[in-house]
T-cell receptor, first 110, second 113 residues
Framework: RKEVEQDPGPFNVPEGATVAFNCTYS??????FFWYRQDCRKEPKLLMS???SGNEDGRFTAQLNRASQYISLLIRDSKLSDSATYLC???????????FGAGTRLFVKA | DTAVSQTPKYLVTQMGNDKSIKCEQN?????MYWYKQDSKKFLKIMFS???????INETVPNRFSPKSPDKAHLNLHINSLELGDSAVYFC????????????FGPGTRLTVL
C-alpha cells in the first residue's frame, strides 16, 4: 500500500462546479497534513494546511479524519485558473519526512 | 527576490558524466530538501538536511551526494549519470517544524542522453 494515495483523475469540470478530492495515508502517527498545488512545468506551492477541525480559505475547504486516515479538499465555484495538479502531503512522525501523493489533475473548462 | 533558487534550470548531458545542481535559499530556514519528480510526475523526497546535517536519505543510489556548505545552500552532485536519472529535481526549504510550509525552487530539468 502506498503511504499516501490519491485518485489521479483527471477531473474535468465546468466553471462554477464544486469538486472534491480525497486522499488516504497509511501512517497513523503522521502529524501534519497539507494540500499543495502544482501548475504544469512549475514547482509545487502550498495551497493550505489541513487542521483536525477542518479549515476553509475562500472557495477551498480542507477536512481531516484521523480515525479513517483520510484528507479531503473541496473547491467551490471552480475557476479556469484552478486547473492544476493538487498534491496531498503528509508529514511523518519524525517531523522531517514529507510524503507527497501522486497528485490529482483538475481541468476546469469554460 | 527569489526565495529558493536553483541552477541550472536545464541540464542536458551524456550518460556516464558527473554533474552538480546548486540550491540556495534566502529565507533563513534551517531545513533543506532535494526531491525528484519523474516522468509520471511523482514527487519523491531524496534527502533532507537540518542545520547542515543529513537527517533523511531515502534509498538513493550513492552516486547522488548532497553537500551543505552552510544553512542557506544544499547542492546535489551526481556521478556516472544514467538514463533513469532524467527527471526534474526540486530543492525546497522549510523552518523544520511540524506545521511548516515547504518553499520549492523552480526545478532543474535533467536530461541524460
Amino acid at each position: 500500500r502506498k503511504e499516501v494515495e490519491q485518485d489521479p483523475g483527471p477531473f474535468n469540470v465546468p466553471e462554477g462546479a464544486t469538486v472534491a478530492f480525497n486522499c488516504t495515508y497509511s501512517n497513523s502517527a503522521s502529524q501534519s497534513f497539507f494540500w499543495y498545488r502544482q501548475d504544469c512545468r512549475k514547482e509545487p506551492k502550498l495551497l493550505m494546511s489541513v487542521y483536525s477541525s477542518g479549515n476553509e480559505d475562500g472557495r477551498f475547504t480542507a477536512q481531516l479524519n484521523r480515525a479513517s486516515q483520510y484528507i479531503s479538499l473541496l473547491i467551490r465555484d471552480s475557476k479556469l485558473s484552478d486547473s492544476a495538479t493538487y498534491l496531498c502531503v503528509v508529514k511523518g512522525d519524525g517531523g522531517f519526512k514529507t510524503i507527497f501523493g501522486a497528485g490529482t489533475r483538475l481541468f476546469v473548462k469554460a | 527576490d527569489t526565495a529558493v533558487s536553483q541552477t541550472p534550470k536545464y541540464l542536458v548531458t551524456q550518460m556516464g558524466n558527473d554533474k552538480s545542481i546548486k540550491c540556495e535559499q534566502n529565507l533563513g530556514h534551517d531545513t533543506m530538501y532535494w526531491y525528484k519528480q519523474d516522468s509520471k510526475k511523482f514527487l519523491k523526497i531524496m534527502f533532507s538536511y537540518n542545520n547542515k546535517e543529513l537527517i533523511i536519505n531515502e534509498t538513493v543510489p550513492n552516486r547522488f551526494s548532497p553537500k551543505s556548505p552552510d544553512k542557506a545552500h544544499l547542492n546535489l552532485h551526481i556521478n556516472s549519470l544514467e538514463l533513469g536519472d532524467s527527471a526534474v529535481y526540486f530543492c525546497a526549504s522549510s523552518d523544520g517544524t511540524h506545521g511548516d510550509t515547504q518553499y520549492f525552487g523552480p526545478g532543474t530539468r535533467l536530461t541524460v542522453l
